[in-house]
């Protein structure tokens, strides 16, 4: 049955069955390179490019390098059942790779696999196949390549001579046929290109950073001991639980071992801990009062390990929390009377005896009753001492 074909309906694409080849420039090893084909059946113009691998990245790479050629975006796209694009073939139901299907959504188009063993519903890219590894790859076959960029720009200047070839039963070529018929219908492209991404599943662990190539990004410390799905990019880290972005990072790149991490995404105990340094103590030391403030110095003066010094800044604070800051006031007041540079222990020792009280006791002593009504005294003469009277 001859079937019309839509302009801007769809793109084949697959790999050749046919593979080109380099040459490493020091050993002299041949090394294959395997070869991409699409064609936009309206117009059969067509895209090729070799790649050194038929993994998930070069499968989309191909991809968004044939798009931005043709410079629009057909409707759909007609794969084989290959693993890199298809993880599970059905007649109705296919499960589509993962990565492939973000590429499709980015680009607004529909994946729509060929049945198996059904060659004929892409028959152009498989005539394509054909043609091209005829007119593109054998014709390469003695040249010489060093790398995988040069093999492709000899490649780009064939596909133009094929492309530009006349058809041999109608007016026109590929190129001319794909300007006047096909590239209006194209759907436009989007404003950037898709990033490639990889997906992984991790366990979050009890420090609520989970490891990606051994660099470590924080995750809600909710979601710990839950599974969640990483999304990999070349420059960012994306956390998803539930199909809901959880969290992202810009991607750590280095040494490895290397940590990012969400203030927001710790617990408050150690958000806390992270922000009790030198200048949260002295802050909060002028809020007390200029006793604790002048005891504070001390104690970073006195430590040449300064996280020794923010211990016991820190054990101070927790005095403040026991017996009050009012006490703790007095207390670091009595204990600067004994020396210029209190210690810690000093001061529990101060609040624990109450010293600091009887501090207050002396600065307001009890009222005494001066009325001289009420006061009594014995008044004894000069005989009681032995004296005689005059």
Request: net charge positive; hydrophobic share 35%; proline share 5%.
């Amino acid at each position: 049955m001859r079937i019309k074909r839509k302009p801007g309906e769809a793109m084949e694409v697959d790999w050749a069955g046919q593979t080109a080849s380099i040459q490493d420039s020091i050993t002299g090893q041949t090394i294959p390179a395997y070869v991409f084909i699409s064609v936009l059946p309206c117009s059969q113009y067509a895209y090729v490019e070799a790649f050194l691998s038929m993994d998930t990245p070069s499968w989309i790479t191909a991809h968004i390098h044939a798009l931005q050629f043709f410079g629009g975006v057909p409707r759909t796209i007609i794969p084989d059942n290959l693993k890199t694009g298809v993880e599970r073939s059905s007649s109705t139901d296919p499960v589509i790779n993962r990565s492939y299907q973000e590429m499709a959504e980015h680009y607004q188009t529909a994946i729509v696999p060929a049945r198996v063993r059904h060659p004929k519903d892409k028959p152009n890219v498989e005539g394509g196949v054909r043609i091209i590894s005829t007119w593109i790859i054998a014709s390469l076959r003695n040249g010489q390549y060093f790398s995988i960029s040069e093999l492709n720009q000899a490649i780009r200047e064939k596909l133009t001579e094929y492309n530009e070839k006349p058809f041999q039963k109608k007016d026109g070529s590929r190129q001319s046929a794909f300007a006047e018929e096909e590239k209006f219908a194209l759907l436009p492209l989007p404003a950037s290109s898709y990033e490639l991404a990889t997906w992984k599943k991790a366990t979050v662990p009890f420090d609520y950073h989970i490891s990606v190539e051994k660099m470590y990004y924080s995750v809600p410390y909710e979601y710990m001991k839950h599974q969640v799905d990483v999304r990999v990019t070349r420059n960012m880290i994306e956390i998803y639980f539930n199909h809901f972005r959880v969290a992202s990072h810009i991607r750590l790149y280095g040494k490895k071992g290397q940590l990012s991490t969400n203030p927001e995404h710790m617990p408050d105990k150690h958000k806390d801990y992270l922000s009790m340094n030198r200048d949260y103590f002295m802050s909060w030391a002028k809020e007390v009062g200029v006793h604790t403030l002048i005891t504070i110095k001390a104690i970073l003066a006195s430590y040449k390990v300064e996280k020794q010094a923010l211990k016991s800044c820190s054990s101070l604070t927790k005095l403040a929390d026991k017996y009050s800051v009012e006490r703790l006031e007095r207390a670091c007041g009595r204990a600067l009377d004994y020396s210029p540079r209190p210690n810690l222990n000093s001061i529990k020792t101060i609040l624990k005896t109450g010293q600091d009280k009887q501090q207050l006791d002396s600065i307001n002593p009890p009222k005494s009753n001066t009325n001289q009504s009420d006061t009594h005294g014995f008044v004894r003469g000069a005989a009681y001492y032995g004296r005689k009277e005059k």
